[in-house]
Nanobody, 123 residues
Framework: QVQLEESGGGSVQAGESLRLSCQGT??????????MAWFRQAPGKERQGIASISGGGESTFYADSVKGRFTISRDNTRNTLYLQMNGLKPEDTGMYYCAIPRVCSISTDFLAWGQGTHVTVSS
């Protein structure tokens, strides 16, 4: 069973940047065929899919709320997924999770996800 572990969260001021990482277990050949995604959940709100990337990294998808500010990428030699977040806003505050989506798109339907890493953005 695949395991995912996020890191890189923290507290920043509005306009600053953070880079999240997600380490996945399992054989790299399987990882490189697996679409990966990030979603977030703010307190009292439903989860929100924000970015996804195809197994080989050729295709990426973003929610409108993060398009142009966030970049999803992956290093299949390290089974690692990244989320570069620039121009952070207070509304980006929440718990961020990496996940395996059922369909490679922006959705909230996931097959597996990690424990999450918290991001706080102050104004």
């Amino acid at each position: 069973q695949v395991q995912l572990e996020e890191s890189g969260g923290g507290s920043v001021q509005a306009g600053e940047s953070l880079r999240l990482s997600c380490q996945g277990t399992g054989h790299s050949s399987a990882y490189s065929r697996t679409c990966m995604a990030w979603f977030r959940q703010a307190p009292g709100k439903e989860r929100q899919g924000i970015a996804s990337i195809s197994g080989g990294g050729e295709s990426t998808f973003y929610a409108d709320s993060v398009k142009g500010r966030f970049t999803i990428s992956r290093d299949n030699t390290r089974n690692t997924l990244y989320l570069q977040m620039n121009g952070l806003k207070p509304e980006d505050t929440g718990m961020y999770y990496c996940a395996i989506p059922r369909v490679c798109s922006i959705s909230t339907d996931f097959l597996a996800w990690g424990q999450g890493t918290h991001v706080t953005v102050s104004s």
